[in-house]
């Protein structure tokens, strides 16, 4: 027990870490990680929403500093993405559906991020505008929002490849309205899965350090340092390797 939870603890440091770095809060890798190692599925949704919400907040500080948050780009995603979210996270599937779905949503995660990587390698990057068309936004915050809150996915894993294949504002905006989707909704799915008397882990204070250490490196090393395009391969390789032990779990 000792050696599992020391070893999910370094897994979720390196998941938040690179989530961090290419301005996700990394709840789709936490899910994928905590399967690999056999956790109840009762006990991975919250425990990843609980961590998704410190990555996101410290990827939504580091935004709204830098001068790339603005609510007229967030909100009408954010309008209906945190009541389905809530709803979504009162839903609780049985195992035999749950590893299942989280593994096809984490291939899904997979190809979107090396597809989207490698066909805009060396293309200036196109935004119609700065600001997404009100009613569409809102449709998909609700949409994305059930998801995020019945899997214990944040969303924005796959708000922001919506918002980039839209044209709807351009990727550093994309990553800010993400990490705020992803602080909103994760802390509205954490309640709604709350009402339903869920246990966290003995553990998840040390998988809470590790992840906020995490995502303040990936932040720094993200917005510094490492190629995003490097990044989001890595990433897309985790996905699809943890999407299919789950797949067969």
Same mark, same amino acid.
């Given at each position: 027990m000792v050696n599992e939870t020391v070893g999910l603890t370094a897994l979720i440091l390196a998941v938040?870490?690179?989530?961090?770095?290419?301005?996700?809060?990394?709840?789709?890798?936490?899910?994928?990680v905590m399967g690999i190692v056999g956790l109840d599925p009762a006990t991975m949704k919250p425990t990843a929403l609980a961590l998704n919400l410190l990555v996101a907040?410290? =990827? /939504?500080?580091?935004?709204?500093?830098?001068?790339l948050f603005t609510w007229r780009?967030?909100?009408?995603?954010?309008? $209906?993405?945190?009541?389905?979210s809530f709803l979504g996270g009162t839903m609780h599937l049985p195992p035999h559906l749950y590893y299942p779905l989280v593994g096809a949503i984490l291939l899904l995660a997979a190809l979107e991020l090396a597809r989207s990587t490698w066909a805009t390698r060396g293309t200036p990057e196109r935004a119609d505008s700065t600001t997404p068309p009100f009613?569409?936004?809102?449709?998909?915050?609700?949409?994305v929002g059930f998801l995020s809150g019945m899997t214990g996915t944040g969303g924005g894993i796959f708000l922001a490849p919506l918002i980039l294949l839209m044209g709807w504002v351009e990727t550093r905006r994309a990553a800010a309205v993400s990490a705020a989707y992803n602080l909103l909704n994760s802390a509205?799915?954490?309640?709604?899965?709350? /009402?339903?008397?869920? /246990?966290?882990?003995?553990? $998840?204070?040390?998988?809470?350090?590790?992840?906020?250490? =995490?995502?303040?490196?990936g932040a720094w090393l993200g917005s510094r340092h490492l190629p995003t395009a490097?990044?989001?391969? $890595?990433l897309a390789a985790i996905l699809a390797l943890s999407g299919l032990k789950m797949l067969t779990a």
């Open positions: 938040a870490t690179l989530y961090a770095a290419v301005g996700q809060a990394g709840a789709s890798g936490y899910l994928a907040g410290i =990827g /939504t500080v580091r935004f709204a500093r830098a001068g780009a967030f909100y009408p995603f954010g309008v $209906l993405g945190m009541p389905f009613l569409p936004a809102l449709a998909a915050g609700a949409a509205a799915a954490l309640a709604g899965t709350w /009402t339903t008397a869920t /246990t966290l882990p003995a553990a $998840l204070p040390w998988w809470l350090a590790a992840a906020g250490v =995490g995502g303040a490196v490097t990044l989001r391969y $890595l």
